[in-house]
């Protein structure tokens, strides 16, 4: 089965501070996607790509950049933590349909 | 842009009886839509798709059939078990090979004994 492999699985992080992080693929995708997810809401896309060394914004990529070094691997930086971005993170890739990894708990303080 | 909506937040069910979430869409391209089914700290999964007009789709005993015509995909099961308690999300894309999703906020299903 495809595999999705995201680290680290839980952080916290101050208020100001960087926080990486880091996904990984084996799938040979080509299409790769950053979602936050919020109690009471659904995933919404906050960055994707679909080639190494290149990155598109999504519907919420404010406070958020992103990084494809290689197909395979796919960041999300956040360079100036905020309160506002405690959530659960995921990363996924895609061929036919969309193969998520297990999820990141960021919690800010 | 597109949107998707999911009217229940929450449906509670005892063992045995059926159920329906609803998914209603709204997009100018041609859809794609999705069922993925996300359990208790888990990653969501894949449960249905389609993108077929008035076809009913299949699996682990769930089934939607897409209408374009209402812009809905509703999910059903006619005998939900405890094991289908879980976060269900309704999604939509144009391109199902690499097109980015769009999805509902979910709808809670607990299924109590």
């Known amino acids: 089965e495809a595999a999705v492999t995201q680290s680290p699985r839980s952080k916290v992080a101050v208020t100001g501070g960087k926080v990486t992080l880091s996904c990984h693929q084996t799938?040979?995708?080509?299409?790769m996607y950053w979602y936050r997810q919020d109690t009471g809401h659904g995933l919404r896309l906050i960055h994707y790509?679909?080639?190494?060394?290149?990155?598109e914004k999504g519907d919420i990529p404010d406070g958020y950049k992103a990084s494809r070094p290689s197909q395979e691997n796919f960041s999300l930086i956040l360079e100036l933590a905020s309160l506002s971005q405690t959530a659960v993170y995921f990363c996924?890739?895609?061929?036919?349909?969309?193969?998520f990894g297990p999820g990141t708990r960021l919690t800010v303080l | 842009g597109d949107s998707v909506t999911q009217t229940e937040g929450l449906v509670t069910l005892t063992k045995g009886l059926p159920v329906m979430l609803n998914c209603t869409y709204q997009?100018?391209?041609?859809?794609?839509l999705f069922w993925y089914v996300q359990h208790l700290n888990e990653a969501p999964k894949l449960l249905l798709k389609?993108?077929?007009?008035?076809k009913r789709t299949e699996h682990q005993g769930f089934y939607a059939t897409l209408h374009k015509s209402s812009s809905s995909f509703h999910l059903q099961k006619s005998s939900v078990q405890l094991s289908d308690s879980a976060l269900y999300f309704c999604?939509?894309?144009?391109?199902?090979?690499?097109?980015?999703?769009?999805f509902g906020d979910g709808t809670v299903l607990t299924v109590k004994p």
């Open positions: 790509s679909y080639v190494a060394d290149s990155t």
């Open positions: 999604a939509l894309s144009h391109n199902t090979n690499t097109g980015k999703l769009t």
């Open positions: 799938n040979n995708h080509d299409y």
């Open positions: 996924a890739s895609s061929g036919t349909e969309q193969f």
């Open positions: 997009t100018t391209y041609s859809p794609f």
């Open positions: 389609s993108s077929t007009d008035n």
